[in-house]
């Protein structure tokens, strides 16, 4: 008999978390499970702002699909999706095409412009692992080329958003500036950080949360404009403006790290599935509007809490619990049973790292600061490699200094 195909697009936290718990219940006799990533490698991508800041190495964040699946019961195809074909049920890959019975589309998000001129052309954003290489390596040319001498020259490294990308980045940054002004002989005066939010810092947390970090960061030298956005990006800087006031300003900068957008992959919206910003809205039991054997999770998700009507934000803890949820109802479903489960998310706490030795965040409902917070950051990430490949991957990619 044909078993039924479950394809499952991204190799990300949901994907990952998908795979894991459908290899863990399905016998290779039960049903046909592909998991298809662009790359061979999965990038853990929480740490990303580690390797911008040149913190830590590409191949410490870096590990094989195949070290976490089960290729028995999992085949793994390394190709790119390029489009989606609900009504065909399949998908098109660079270079072959997929048929499915089931499908879970995983493939997280892309930079959101917000329809601000210039970002897309001029700025770097730390979406992926080459374009955080990419910072890295940019920064250090930046100091490496800096010549010195006039009054007014300057190495100017302008931020956008302070949410929790912008602002872990911050921190990364600035515990590396001591060390990049040494090597280049560069005076630290000289070096200026400045960060533009339009509203306050880490808007997902109480103010005194963001005031936290904010105080941390202008302690290691941030300056930070806030009620402010940036209007324009230039190859030589930023127009900037204060909310609701047309007077403008330049910033000379030859560093833009773009922090403050996430929309979803364009595959989905070119795939007839209704999107805002690139990501759709999903059932309570995760299916996108319309679709019987569609899923949607993660970064091209909105699931919108009940409660007060907002939708989550997106993050590895909600990628990886929908995953779950995911797989469970996809059990379901081969079981025949219509009634799938509603996904209901337990949000354990979110901590922002404001570098190496300092945190900030909330913890089952609690507010956590400095080392406390710290500590409970690496707790998180390890649970999150514990989640996708058990004690193997915490043994091997882990953050074991928990101290
Ligand atoms: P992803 O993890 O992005 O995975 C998507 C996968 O799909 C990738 O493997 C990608 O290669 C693949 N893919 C994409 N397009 C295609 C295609 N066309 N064909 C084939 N494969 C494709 N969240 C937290 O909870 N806590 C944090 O502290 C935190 N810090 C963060 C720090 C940074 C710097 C960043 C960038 C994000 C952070 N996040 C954090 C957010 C978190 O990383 C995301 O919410 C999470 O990765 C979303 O998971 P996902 O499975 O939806 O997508």
């Not at 499970?33 to 410490?60: C, E, P």
């Amino acid at each position: 008999m044909k078993r039924p195909k479950i394809v499952i697009l991204g190799a990300g936290f949901g994907g990952l978390m998908t795979v894991t718990k459908l290899q863990k219940e399905l016998d290779v006799n039960e049903a046909e499970i592909v998991l298809i990533n662009k790359d061979s490698h999965y990038y853990q991508k929480t740490w990303f702002h580690q390797v911008a800041g040149s913190n830590m190495t590409l191949s410490r964040v870096r590990f094989d699909i195949k070290d976490v699946i089960d290729s028995n019961k999992v085949q793994f195809i390394h190709d790119t999706v390029i489009e989606i074909k609900p009504e065909e049920k399949k998908v098109m890959l660079e270079k072959i095409e997929v048929h499915y019975d089931y499908l879970v589309v995983a493939v997280g998000g892309e930079v959101g412009t917000f329809g601000i001129k210039g970002i897309k052309e001029y700025s770097l954003s730390i979406s992926s692992a080459s374009a955080a290489r990419h910072i890295n390596n940019h920064i250090e040319g930046e100091f490496s080329n800096y010549q010195g001498g006039e009054k007014e020259d300057k190495i100017t490294i302008v931020v956008g958003g302070a949410g929790l990308t912008g602002i872990e980045f911050l921190g990364e940054l600035t515990d590396r500036l001591p060390k990049l002004c040494r090597q280049y002989k560069v005076d630290r005066s000289k070096v200026e950080i400045i960060c533009v939010q339009s509203s306050f810092a880490l808007p997902i947390f109480e103010h005194d949360l963001g005031q936290y970090a904010v105080n941390t960061l202008e302690k290691k030298g941030v300056q930070f404009r806030f009620e402010t956005r940036i209007r324009e990006c230039l190859p030589d800087g930023v127009i900037i403006g204060k909310n609701g006031e047309e007077a403008v300003e330049k910033i000379h900068a030859g560093t833009i790290i773009w922090a403050a957008g996430v929309r979803g992959n364009s595959i989905i919206e070119q795939a007839g599935i209704q999107v805002t910003e690139g990501r759709v809205k999903v059932n309570p039991d995760l299916r996108a509007p319309g679709f019987e054997n569609l899923f949607i999770i993660g970064d091209c998700s909105i699931f919108v809490d009940e409660k007060t009507g907002q939708p989550y934000p997106p993050t590895a803890q909600i990628a990886l619990q929908q995953g779950t949820t995911c797989a469970e109802n996809i059990l379901s479903l081969l079981s025949k049973k219509t009634k799938l489960k509603k996904f209901e998310p337990n949000i354990r706490g979110i901590v922002c790292a404001l570098g190496k030795e300092n945190a900030v965040g909330v913890v089952y409902g609690n507010k956590v600061f400095g080392s406390k917070a710290l500590f409970m950051k690496k707790m998180i990430d390890n649970r999150a490699l514990y989640m996708i490949g058990r004690s193997s991957l915490i043994l091997k990619k882990g953050r074991l200094n928990l101290f």
